[in-house]
């Protein structure tokens, strides 16, 4: 039987991040791909133009409609937008049994904001706290916890912030780090470092929603959580590696690339 893995996030018009990055991804990794968008955006390779959020009835419902019937064996989140938006999905991860990936997005790669600042404190205290593995990138871990990594050696330090949060697994994304590409993974007791080579390329956009709902497709396939995010780990950078040129700005990454 092929698992089902639902993404709850926001539309991006121009394909490379979001529903679109996490549907394709999990294509690729040989799953059912099933979405609940909470948003939709203007979105290209040169920065996000607009964004609208769905109503709260809308998620709900396209959340039930997907649970109740068809079942997950996984759940990612990414943008959720505003707070009433981030407590919402967070009560109806808590009642759904299925392990969850959470991406807390705050910006795009462009700088557009994809969540209120208001709603930090929900990601913090609602969202963290039911999640299975939070995969937050530098940005978002000094948005969420106020510790800044300026190097590998700070990795420990954000993973213990996050940790302090409640989410079961964190992973710290150090991609915005000079040098190698270097993740943290941690549940507090283990720790695996995941290491890859920097591909100078800046087709990146869609990079932490790709990495996130490949951990989530993994887990739905029965993996563990180390397991998964090890191979969604060199799934990303094989993505990453054959990213393309795509618009006047940054690219995407190529989700088919496995697919030969
Ligand atoms: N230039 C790069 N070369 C190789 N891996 C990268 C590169 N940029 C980011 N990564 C990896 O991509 C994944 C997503 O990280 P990141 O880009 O920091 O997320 P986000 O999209 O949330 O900002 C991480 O595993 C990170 O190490
Ligand atoms: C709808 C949506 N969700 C998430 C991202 C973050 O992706 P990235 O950080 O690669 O821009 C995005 N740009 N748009």
């Not at 979405?35 to 109503?55: C, D, F, H, Y």
Request: glycine share 12%; charged share 15%; aromatic share 4%.
């Amino acid at each position: 039987m092929i698992p089902g893995v639902l993404t709850v996030a926001g539309s991006d018009s121009g394909g490379g991040a979001g529903i679109q990055a996490d549907l394709k991804t999990m294509l690729a990794l040989g799953v059912h791909g099933m979405s609940v968008i909470t948003a939709v955006t203007a979105q290209n390779s040169i920065g996000v133009q607009g964004a609208w959020e769905l109503p709260v009835e809308a998620v709900r419902a396209q959340y039930r409609s997907v649970v109740d019937d068809i079942g997950v064996r996984a759940v990612k989140t990414g943008m959720l937008s505003s707070a009433e938006l981030v407590e919402t999905v967070a009560e109806l991860i808590a009642g759904t049994d299925a392990p969850s990936v959470v991406d807390p997005v705050g910006v795009s790669k462009h700088g557009d904001a994809l969540l209120a600042p208001s709603a930090l404190d929900s990601v913090r205290t609602a969202l963290l706290p039911v999640a299975t593995v939070a995969t937050p990138n530098l940005d978002e871990v000094a948005h969420l916890t106020g510790v800044r990594v300026e190097s590998e050696d700070d990795l420990r330090r954000a993973a213990e912030a996050v940790l302090a949060y409640g989410p079961r697994w964190v992973v710290i994304k150090g991609g915005h780090l000079a040098g190698d590409a270097v993740d943290l993974l941690t549940d507090g007791s283990q720790e695996h470092w995941l290491r890859a080579p920097r591909h100078d390329n800046r087709h990146t956009h869609g990079t932490g929603c790709t990495l996130a709902s490949a951990i989530a497709s993994q887990l739905a396939k029965g993996q563990t959580v180390p397991e998964a995010v090890m191979a969604a780990k060199e799934y990303v950078t094989g993505a990453i590696a054959a990213g393309f040129a795509l618009g006047a700005g940054i690219g995407p990454v190529h989700h088919g690339w496995n697919l030969g």
